[in-house]
């Protein structure tokens, strides 16, 4: 199985700092990696998809990039809206993996 | 406008089946796949399986190979996802999401239901 690593677990941003969260998958997945947003009680939400691709309907202060093995996403002014916890997921081979998640918090 | 809605919450006891639903409408159900997803209380994801709606090919987590049966029902464009012998640590929301192989050549998860809560419990 591929194992996806996220870092940090955890972080404390205040609003409109810039945040990159990373991904690293156990071997290459070229670009088969997606990020979903999810928030407390709700159902996650796609965000990006190919690595790079902004989801229809995502504000462009999202972004993602890498290929291979590492990847980031970038929130490049964080708003109340975006605390939430975020993941990466791999799609080049089953199972689909996901990252343990990174949860986003309040300064 | 693509909607996946599922049943309501349930209460198994430890042995037990459950089965969860996944109506979907504002698409053609056949043209993508529904994959299941499951989060325990304050965990992460975790990837279930999923089916083909155009031809019902599963694709299922080694971990739950024999307990878990994944269907869809193209009259209805419902997918079901039954888990049997129930165990504690089954208790979990669990989420359809449709696959989306239009994702720049990848695959997605580009809908997700609102999620059913499903606890364990003797």
């Known amino acids: 199985d591929i194992q996806m690593t996220q870092s940090p677990s955890s972080l404390s941003a205040s609003v409109g700092d810039r945040v990159t969260i990373t991904c690293r998958a156990s071997?290459?997945?070229?670009?088969?990696l997606n990020w979903y947003q999810q928030k407390p009680g709700k159902a996650p939400n796609l965000l990006i998809y190919?690595?790079?691709s902004l989801q229809s309907g995502v504000p462009s202060k999202f972004s993602g990039s890498g290929s291979g093995t590492d990847f980031t996403l970038t929130i490049s002014s964080l708003q109340p809206e975006d605390f939430a916890t975020y993941y990466c997921?791999?799609?080049?081979?089953?199972?689909?993996?996901f990252g343990q998640g990174t949860k986003v918090e309040i300064k | 406008q693509v909607q996946l809605v599922q049943s309501g919450t349930e209460v198994k006891k430890p042995g037990a089946s459950v089965k969860v639903s996944c109506k979907a409408s504002?698409?053609?159900?056949?043209?993508?796949?529904i994959s299941w997803v499951r989060q325990a209380p304050g965990q992460g994801l975790e990837w279930m399986g999923w089916?083909?709606?155009?031809?019902?090919?599963?694709n299922y987590a080694q971990k739950l190979q024999g307990r878990v049966t994944m269907t869809t029902d193209t009259s209805t464009s419902t997918a079901y996802m039954e888990l049997r012998s129930l165990r504690s640590d089954d208790t979990a929301v669990y989420y359809c999401?449709?696959?989306?192989?239009?994702?720049?050549?990848?695959?997605?998860?580009?809908?997700w239901g609102q999620g059913t809560l499903v606890t364990v419990s003797s």
């Open positions: 999401a449709r696959v989306s192989r239009y994702c720049s050549s990848t695959t997605c998860f580009d809908y």
């Open positions: 504002g698409y053609s159900f056949t043209i993508y796949g």
């Open positions: 089916i083909s709606a155009y031809n019902t090919n599963t």
């Open positions: 071997q290459s997945i070229d670009n088969f």
């Open positions: 190919a690595a790079s």
């Open positions: 997921q791999q799609s080049y081979s089953s199972p689909w993996t």
